[in-house]
């Protein structure tokens, strides 16, 4: 975003003003949209059992019966206040739940980008090196195939192929009941680690492994493919050219030269994946039964939960605005062109 | 047929699985003892852990109105009466008995010496401050209108309605006759809390409960996992036969099935589909197990809408429907056709339908038609929701669309729309006949009664018949059991001759258990309360 002045301080200013509209607008928008669609939380719960006058009074009791305008004004108070409320639902407090189950979606997440890496950019780079080899095209082939399959296909084809050999295929509850972990930071992986168990930390980590590892799955075919084309594009380069010139051994002039270079537009990406990956945890939480946020969001939209919907949309909403807006603080940091 | 299956599953998801394949084995954890505890129990028994697809709203009996809760709430906390497994009659749980003084008044004497799982006393003074609590929090998640006998016109306890004369005595004096009352006090919405723990105007949070039942609350974590210890001080005919139970709460019936597959879970109880029953019926490693269940599915009429209005019509499509059929092919039999809208088992129950119009017959019913001069074919909308009974309703609807259609009487067409959008629709006269399920409250006839017929119904069908009123009121009052009784099978046959809804079918209480385990079959029935406080595991 080419930005008049060119002062760095003005431009991450600028960028971090434009969140409070972005912010609002995606708040105004989940509360519209949840209004709109038919229902609400009395009638997803009870709705099938009893008569009408009494469904009437429990949307009273809610304060469902108030004008839209007044609950929407209350709703951006509340998330001004940083009170994102309690959940109508079960009444927990929204920050409860995030408190509670963000750990879990955040370990998932944090595993997922690990697996993406960690299989992404070798392959990618072997893609590219090998170009329009046998290796690369079956790189190319993985790398569109993971990205295409819908997460809940892969992970469920996994927990097929896995559920006949006694690894753990669900939840990470399990450390709960068999090693009575204390809960310090609602960070299970971080629990075990404190408590020092090491069976308790080989369950926890047996029990990450497949739902990470389906995440990056899905996460690692774009690494795959942005590799490969930056790669491919920077061995064009001429200072490549300079350095193969000067006689510097192929893979010395790969990974000195090309290879870093290439890897800079990925530092960019991985950050926008950031919402990729969000979306992809609530869909291989719902596959694996992971406690994550992802879950608790499906579970209470099919409540018809407005309070708790909300408060985790806003959330969500905020990591992703606030996560772009620091690549393109990042991107402005790296190429000073950005903001010019 | 594992094995092919993950063959396939392996060629599907590509070369890279059998890296992540190679790291499971057997010593990885995850089976089914590693994952239930292995704590030795103080009744002989081991820790086990229970699957379910059911959610807990809230774990103060206040705030809840569901299953999930009301079945954790069961084993914490102590109600007045009980009713034992396989039985339809409460007995006595922390009351030795509760009686009718009139149809209007019943006491209740309280067993002596009882205490909370924190060492108060539990009195009548606990009793009345728990029921009244109840109604006044009147929690919009909460079951608290069960209790509307002793409730005022402005919605709160009544001052009158509990009295408690001395520390073991409670008397309900109830607004009108209802002879069903000690029956709800054997429920969750009953249960007896310590007025020194909770508070009077809000619920208490989850994992703060206390109560005086087998089980005392030992950890949980929302929408995860509660742990049950055996509760000490527990001094009743409930005692736990395990020291600890694992409830491992699932999304999905997908993860719950494999979860009982593969030995993760001991038992998995609420909801497996039919679909997923008949594959695990032919497992070695797991045993399905049927009991008695109350689930009803029916069909009702608007009779808002004309083309329905004429009791011909409706007469004819019971005389067409096709239960067996229905249960067979859109249930592969796991259900039980109904003939009529109370259960079998329950004083008073009668086959009405089958009764009144035997076989399906189509002869017969364009007898109807003709007879009343209904011009035929009808044309009848159909509703169905595909997204709160399960997936098998479209099946059904299908399946009896077909039968209707293939008639020759009647010209039918589906819709369907998400659930709730779907309340809105049938109570606005969309359909002409749309699917409902029900559970009861508790297990008496008249659950299946007076919310279906008084007055159109909580469905708002527009049915109304002062007769039918009449006889709800009189067996509510009525005391002797055979009178009542009596009143009840008047009532059903009413409802066959009116059809202001069409019986479908009846569930069964379904669990697979893997086979150490006891006691799982045996609390199966239509009460749908999971004794977990019955429920032993083998080494």
């Known amino acids: 975003m080419a930005v008049a002045g060119g002062s760095l301080p003005r431009y991450v200013g600028q960028r971090l003003l434009l969140l409070v509209p972005m912010i609002w607008l995606v708040l105004t928008l989940v509360f519209l949209l949840l209004r709109v669609a038919p229902g609400d939380p009395v009638s997803a719960a009870v709705g099938g059992r009893l008569a009408e006058d009494e469904l009437e009074r429990r949307r009273e009791a809610l304060g469902l019966d108030r004008p839209l305008v007044v609950q929407y004004l209350e709703y951006l108070g509340q998330v001004a206040r940083f009170d994102l409320g309690n959940a109508l639902s079960d009444n927990r407090p929204v920050l409860e739940i995030i408190q509670d189950n963000g750990g879990a979606t955040l370990t998932l997440t944090m595993g997922a980008f690990l697996f993406a890496l960690v299989f992404g950019i070798p392959l990618g780079l072997l893609a590219g090196r ?211 | 047929v594992k094995r092919t299956r993950g063959i396939l599953a392996a060629v599907s998801a590509g070369v890279l699985m059998t890296s992540l394949a190679a790291c499971g ?96 006393e539990l009195t009548s ?23 509307a006998q002793l409730a005022g016109e402005d919605g709160k306890a009544r001052a009158d309605a509990i009295e408690t004369p001395d520390d073991t005595t409670v008397t309900f004096n109830l607004n009108s006759p209802d ?180 076989e399906p017959d189509v002869g017969k019913a364009k007898q109807i038609l003709d007879e009343a001069g209904v011009e035929t074919p009808v044309e009848l909308t159909l509703g169905y929701t595909p997204t709160h009974y399960g997936p098998n309703l479209v099946d059904e609807a299908t399946e009896l669309s077909n039968q209707l259609s293939e008639s020759g009487l009647f010209e039918t067409s589906i819709e369907q729309a998400e659930w709730e959008q779907y309340q809105t629709l049938y109570k606005k006269n969309a359909y002409d006949l749309f699917a409902l399920g029900w559970y009861p409250d508790i297990l008496d006839a008249d659950n299946y009664l007076t919310p279906f017929l008084r007055d159109g119904g909580f469905y708002s069908n527009n049915y109304s018949s002062d007769e039918v009123n009449e006889l709800l009121d009189q067996e509510l009052a009525e005391t002797e059991t055979s009178a009542r009784d009596e009143l009840i099978s008047q009532l059903q046959d009413i409802v066959a001759e009116d059809v202001p809804l069409v019986p479908s079918w009846f569930g069964k209480n379904v669990a697979v258990a893997t086979p150490q385990m006891n006691g799982v079959g045996e609390t199966l029935d239509p009460t749908y309360i999971f004794r977990l406080w019955e429920i032993s595991k083998s080494s």
Request: proline content about 4%; hydrophobic content about 40%; charged content about 20%.
């Open chain 2, 25 to 120: 084995d057997d010593s990885g954890g995850g089976s089914a003892d590693e994952g239930s505890g292995n704590d030795s129990g103080s009744g002989g028994g081991e820790a086990w852990t229970l699957g379910t697809t059911e959610s807990i709203t809230a774990m103060d009996p206040a705030g809840s109105y569901d299953f999930g809760s009301w079945n954790m709430q069961y084993s914490i906390f102590q109600q007045l009466m009980s009713v034992p497994a396989g039985e339809s009659e409460p007995v006595g749980d922390a009351a030795e008995s509760c009686d009718y003084d009139d149809p209007t008044t019943v006491t209740c004497t309280l067993r002596d010496g009882l205490t909370f799982s924190n060492g108060n």
């Open chain 2, 179 to 358: 002879t069903t009352f000690v029956k709800l006090l054997s429920t969750a919405t009953t249960s007896i809390v310590d007025e020194e723990t909770f508070p009077g105007d809000e619920l208490l949070g989850d994992d703060e409960v206390v109560g005086s039942g087998p089980f005392k609350l030992s950890q949980y974590k929302e929408g995860e996992q509660v742990v049950l210890e055996a509760n000490e001080s527990y001094d009743g005919d409930k005692s736990a036969q395990a020291p600890q139970v694992f409830v491992q709460f699932f999304k999905d019936t997908g993860p719950l099935k494999e979860a009982i597959s593969s030995g993760q879970v001991d038992v998995a109880w609420r909801t497996l589909s039919p679909t997923d029953l008949n594959d695990l019926e032919g497992s070695d490693d797991v045993e399905v197990i049927e009991g008695e269940g109350s689930e009803f599915r029916y069909w009702v009429f608007q009779l808002g809408n004309e083309e329905v209005q004429d009791v011909a019509v409706r007469q004819a499509v019971a005389q067409i429907i096709d239960r067996e059929t229905i249960a067979e092919d859109a249930y592969d039999g796991t259900v039980t056709p109904a003939y009529s809208i109370v259960p079998p088992g329950f004083g008073g129950q009668k086959d009405s339908f089958q009764e009144k119009y035997g």
């Open chain 2, 125 to 147: 003074s606990d009793v009345k401050f728990s029921l009244e609590r109840n109604i006044n929090i009147a929690d919009p998640n909460g079951s608290g209108v069960l209790l």
């Open chain 1, 130 to 340: 090998r170009r329009d080899s046998a290796s690369d095209v079956f790189i190319r082939v993985f790398g569109i195939v993971t990205y295409a399959a819908p997460v809940f296909v892969t992970g469920l084809l996994f927990v097929l192929l896995v559920s006949g050999t006694g690894w753990p295929t669900y939840d990470i509850a399990s450390p709960m009941t068999k090693f009575n972990t204390e809960t310090r930071t609602h960070i299970l992986l971080l629990d075990v680690l404190l408590s020092g168990s090491s069976e308790a930390i080989w369950d926890v980590v047996q029990h990450h492994l497949l739902p990470c590892f389906v995440l990056g799955l899905f996460l690692s075919g774009v690494f795959i493919r942005l590799v490969r084309v930056n790669l491919l594009q920077t061995l064009k380069g001429d200072y490549v050219e300079a350095a193969r010139a000067r006689g510097i051994a192929e893979k010395h002039v790969i990974r000195r030269h090309a290879f870093r270079n290439a890897l800079v537009p990925v530092i960019t990406v991985v950050g926008l994946q950031v919402a990729l990956t969000l979306s992809g945890a609530v869909l291989t939480e719902s596959t694996f039964n992971w406690p994550g946020l992802g879950t608790e969001l499906i579970d209470y939209l099919n409540a018809r939960d407005y309070a708790a919907v909300q408060g985790l949309v806003t959330f969500f909403a905020i990591i992703v605005v606030v996560v772009s807006v620091l690549v393109d603080i990042v991107n402005a940091l790296v190429d000073p062109r950005v903001r010019y």
